[in-house]
């Protein structure tokens, strides 16, 4: 329960924050927008994959923002004592850093509104297709928690937000031809949790588990670690280490 307590409060601060709010909104309608108007030319509006690209577009965008959060904690003071609670410091962080990606699923139906009204096609939902963007969420949240885990080592965490968003997005395969980036897929969807799940929503490969399974628990295992060393930085130390 106080796990909930504290997402809760952390979900309502978050979204205290208009940056944060209208970022999501307007990233996911900019990337629909623009892939309408190629659309529109080619008269390719019955391509489903539109809303599935802006969809999942904007969820890394609102994950993406998990830098600004640990600033705007930090340029608060709070971050230690967040850091440094009886609450345990993982868990502390966790409910910091979700609301992030869970805001962001937000923006699937607002793709998918945008669809609609614009008369792109949107295909049917299925129960497997909420799972894939369930099982995309996981890997944004956990691979959101391990960047904010590594900036939190930084005062300049903000300055690298815009750095973390479209490289990962590109090696996980998000835009561009399935066949063309097939080859890179293959290696990075054991690296990024991110790729299997893009591959099955947007290019309708079946899904790789054992990849999938594999490259999450790397990004968990990388997590813990660097947990623990901010944990001696702060409980041990007393302080933040600087980059």
Known sequence: MRFIRLFLFHLHDYLSDQYFVWL????????F??????????????????????GSFGMWTSCTTVAGCISFERYKGTLPYLMNSQYDERASLITLLLPASSYGLFSFPIAF???????????????????????????????GILIAAFLTL?????????????????????FGSSTLLAPLTRVSQWFIPLTAPIATLIHRVPFNWPAYSCSLFLWIWLTAILVKKINYLVRKKGALKII
């Open 154 to 174: 930084s005062p300049n965490a903000i300055t690298y937000e815009a750095l973390i968003g479209t490289p990962i997005l590109l090696l996980a395969g998000l």
């Open 113 to 143: 509104i945008l669809a609609k009204v614009l008369g792109v096609s949107t295909g049917t939902l299925t129960i497997n297709m909420l799972l894939i963007i369930f099982l995309m969420w996981v890997a944004c949240s956990v691979m």
């Open 33 to 54: 927008l623009l892939q309408y108007t190629i659309a529109y030319a080619n008269k390719d509006l019955s391509n489903t994959m539109l809303w599935r690209q802006s």
């Open 24 to 31: 999501t909104i307007t990233s996911t309608i900019g990337i």
